[in-house]
């Protein structure tokens, strides 16, 4: 038997007691003929004791013990001298009468600390060794208590957990598909799902009235910091309701994670806000609303008065830095250096200073004197004491602009705390997308997405200001989760994949199957997913979903550990009906 | 809103409420003025009632109303005149004062009824509508609700459950990978894993103690009546523990399993049955134990007597039916037919009737006597009124066709009753199997098996009677999981590799990851995995795993419905730098 115990187990109570513990040496001390082991499982860390002037043999052994060998040890609980009240085993130790060591470790690459001195690739590399590390631990842990949370609260819900398959269809539309090449079918390939959007809608089509799963998702993109090629999505689809239906549930599920997981109760209904409203007051839509700091357009009040940037622009707008009237010429000209950057893309930044005795001072002096400066501050609502930081220039990219701006200050005024959360339902998507490039519209959520009943009539003379009934979940300021109310009818389908450019064909070749079913009895449905990495490290206070994924991929789709992707064999190819290309930029 | 309530939840309690209700058009029929419509969701199916007299509009639309229609009603709840017990709702109709029709359907391709008339082929093609019929139904509410409980009780026994990546690496040994190109890294591959072992390996080292997952499994083999492409394991390790550890905790889940899903309790520890006994006393690695009919040898006492099938054989053996003495010509006929298909393999057969008399009458007769065939019947143990069914032959080939006959005369007694179930771990595996066309071992279970601590000194002298620490749990003669202690050490798991015939170089190349990891402290562990499939088929009585997926794939491992696997566009395949090559025998 290789324990009686864990090593997060013993405590007072159990002074005395004969115990097995088995661990990984996390490190150990001498003073005087004391050696003094702490050794570590999952569930906490626990002192040993050998004492050279008893069993000289034992201590010497221990003496010899390395960092993350495995040991297992007898031994009796006994006080501890001095007490250490931060462990919840501190006031106990273990003075071991027998010691085996069941594995040696090499000196691993990194401590296995809470804070570790690797660095990323060689982390990525020992992987199994940056999982020992306490915060990796406890965020598998959060994961998994998460999982157990979702799945218990959909199924007293009434909803069926519903594996839909892997290898499926690849389909143009959306991001870029992972393919699976098919042998028994020469020349055929799966691929594999970047979601389970069309068999969740005919498990609706098939009665299952509620459904849901935790389950996989694919997507072949150029990978950004927070994108992995695979991630997971809680999934879930209802029949015969209302778009609130949804909400009301799905608000109910969050309201319930944050209570089992994180003991934070939220007493009210979260709030909805229109799509226009969002990029209205923030510039995107998905707002951090942990702090207000709303835009407030001014293009009326600054525009006439000779100030060309502000003449030539179609939209002016501020935000309300409160109380930093204060800011040096050095902090107003880094957060000029912050708008210009390339990624945001400001030419500049006006600001203006409400001083405390009411008088201003602002980058644009030469041009607007204080009677305008007032006339703006009143209408920004500014208080005497507060900065004013203004934008310019074409409306989109500046309302861009000014969102990372906003998020700026927010940071720089210690707004966005990691342990206030802030929910936001986003509503009244638009429908479609204009793609300049392929000069066509795109779905904005996807083509099975229903339009707003009231719009129905712009598919013909205004496609672009037709509204989704689709929704996003915002949680400060990071889109957790989105969906919407489909379409159930094959006329509006058919219609919809007309709007985005298909043919008739084309809609039939790759999703005649759906438009299929629509003819046999498809209920009203709607359904949303959870980015359930997203979630997690929301959850987690991670900035990044890898810290919340056991074995994440880097940002060229690599995993470095076990070296893949990598070559396969010539039989395989051969088996798969495949010839490799070389590409152009290799040798 | 569309509904108030499910249509299987209304009784005679709610007599003269106000509801709605939505569903599918199970069936109508008219009686007098009266139009009866039985209404149908996940939940159950309520009676509406139509009266032409009151409103005869309502009535007529009513009666217009397809199968699988999808409508919304409203009315009251009413007691019914003739109530039906076998029905929940069957005291209750709804006197229907609105009705709407929330989507038309056409005549399904077959009836959605518990037996439908449809053929494979075609329910799997239109699977939306066969998903429609109780039985799937109850079939995937069983998967659910045997997920919850697996899940709920590993939570609370201490395990995680951990996600595993899906695009790992390609590794020869085993079944055939299923492999993905990847864009991002020219002429390379992902394969999906056939099981997330060296990863869950991997979690032991990282210390997480305890790992499952409910996990899908990919593999690319030629499929049988019972496979499909992809399948789904319940993937469960351990760290610390030895082999009754994980029985005790396994056999555990599975009673759990049965006494929430199916209300049976096994008071009784589950039989263990070395793997040499299994195959001397039933020819199987998975005996189905619900009844007895053990082999017996008789190779001593029937050689000799000058019958030349006998004198020539290495083996002859039986089995016992009991009071099947009274087996007519045509029926002994029909039992050496079976054992001739080319799929059972034997040459003939050999009976004797221990007639009630106490006589025997043999097909032997003119080799044997009374008395060589009494010997006979004392070793069998067999009682006047039995039949005794004797092969022979080359002894494992005879083994295998005498476990056919055995539960092909299981059947026949009815002894093999779906609603029995007769659990059984098979132990002491061999670790190695000689291939005769590879000309090397290949590991039974997998590579990374440990050996039993006593036959390590066998792999110098005898490789093929090394013992495995591995087990099964056989169900009903069904392999329902099997797992084993692996190996930790660095220095015997390149033992291991060596004695498969790999050099130190594919196994550095293949699985450097993890005799890497083993570098660094790993523990002793073991784990299991169960098919989950398998399991909730047996559960559900089912004879093929079909039947408890949602969306299974056919026999050339295509999914009808959405036709898949398909050719995928050129731009795709230059991408992923791939060319196609037409394999030879199509045009």
Not at 236 to 251: G, K, P, Q, S
Not at 505 to 531: K, S
Request: hydrophobic share 40%; charged share 25%.
């Amino acid at each position: 038997m290789y324990r009686t115990h864990t090593c997060g187990e013993l405590r007072a109570t159990h002074l005395n007691q004969q115990v097995t513990l088995s661990g990984w040496v996390q490190k150990s001390r001498e003073l005087g003929g004391m050696t003094f082991v702490d050794v570590r499982d999952r569930y906490g860390i626990t002192q040993l004791v050998f004492d050279l002037s008893k069993n000289a043999e034992l201590a010497q052994l221990a003496r010899d013990l390395g960092r993350e060998y495995v040991i297992s040890v007898s031994g009796k609980v006994i006080e501890r001298q001095s007490k250490n009240s931060k462990m919840p085993t501190g006031d106990i130790e273990i003075l071991v009468s027998y010691l085996t060591i069941l594995n040696k470790s090499e000196v691993p690459p990194f401590t296995i600390e809470d804070n570790s001195d690797g660095g990323d690739e060689l982390r990525m590399k020992y992987r199994y060794l940056d999982l020992r590390r306490n915060p990796l631990q406890k965020s598998m842990e959060l994961r998994h208590n998460m999982g157990i949370e979702v799945r218990n609260f959909l199924h007293k819900e009434g909803f069926f957990e519903i594996e839909t398959p892997y290898l499926i269809k690849s389909t143009p539309e959306g991001a870029r598909d992972f393919v699976v090449p098919s042998r028994m079918n020469a020349n055929q390939f799966y691929a594999l799902p970047q979601s389970p959007q069309t068999f969740k809608q005919l498990l609706m089509v098939a009665g299952y009235d509620r459904y849901f799963q935790i389950v996989r998702c694919f997507r072949d993109e150029d990978l950004r910091a927070d994108r992995q090629p695979e991630f997971t999505q809680i999934d879930c689809e209802m029949a015969f309701v209302e778009r609130d239906d949804i909400l009301n549930t799905f608000e109910k599920m969050t309201k319930h994670l944050f209570k089992t997981v994180k003991n934070l109760e939220f007493e009210y209904e979260f709030p909805k806000m229109a799509y226009d409203d969002a990029m209205t007051f923030y510039g995107s839509d998905k707002p951090d609303i942990r702090f207000d700091m709303k835009f407030v357009e001014i293009t009326h009040l600054a525009k006439g008065k000779g100030f060309v940037v502000f003449d030539s622009a179609a939209y002016v707008a501020g935000i309300v830095a409160t109380g930093c009237a204060g800011y040096s010429r050095k902090e107003t000209d880094q957060l000029t250096e912050f708008v210009k950057k390339p990624q945001i893309g400001a030419k500049g930044m006006v600001y203006v200073k409400y001083e405390t005795d009411g008088t201003f001072k602002s980058s644009v002096d030469k041009f607007f004197d204080a009677d305008a400066l007032k006339s703006w501050a009143n209408a920004m609502e500014a208080k005497p004491g507060d900065l004013l930081l203004i934008l310019s220039g074409d409306k989109t990219q500046t309302q861009k602009a000014l969102c990372e701006l906003r998020l700026e200050m927010g940071e720089r005024l210690g707004l966005r705390n990691k342990n206030k959360f802030a929910p936001l339902w986003v509503v009244d998507f638009p429908l479609l997308e204009w793609n300049e490039e392929a000069h066509r519209f795109f779905a904005m959520h996807h083509p099975f997405t229903s339009p707003k009943p009231e719009d129905m009539d712009k598919f013909d003379t205004n496609p672009g200001a037709i509204k989704a009934n689709a929704y996003d979940l915002v949680i400060n300021g990071v889109e957790i989760g989105g969906g919407s109310i489909r379409i159930h009818d094959r006329e509006l389908q058919a219609k919809m994949f007309n709007a985005l450019g298909f043919t008739t064909e084309e809609a039939e070749d790759q999703f005649g199957f759906l438009l299929n079913a629509f003819r046999y009895g498809a209920p009203p449905h709607g359904g949303v997913a959870f980015g359930f990495d997203r979630l997690v490290s929301l959850f987690a206070g991670f900035d990044s979903i890898r810290d919340v994924i056991a074995f994440p991929k880097n940002n060229s789709g690599r995993d470095v550990m076990i070296d893949s992707p990598s070559a396969i064999a010539n039989t395989q190819l051969e088996e798969l009906f495949l010839t490799l290309k070389k590409p152009q930029n290799l040798k």
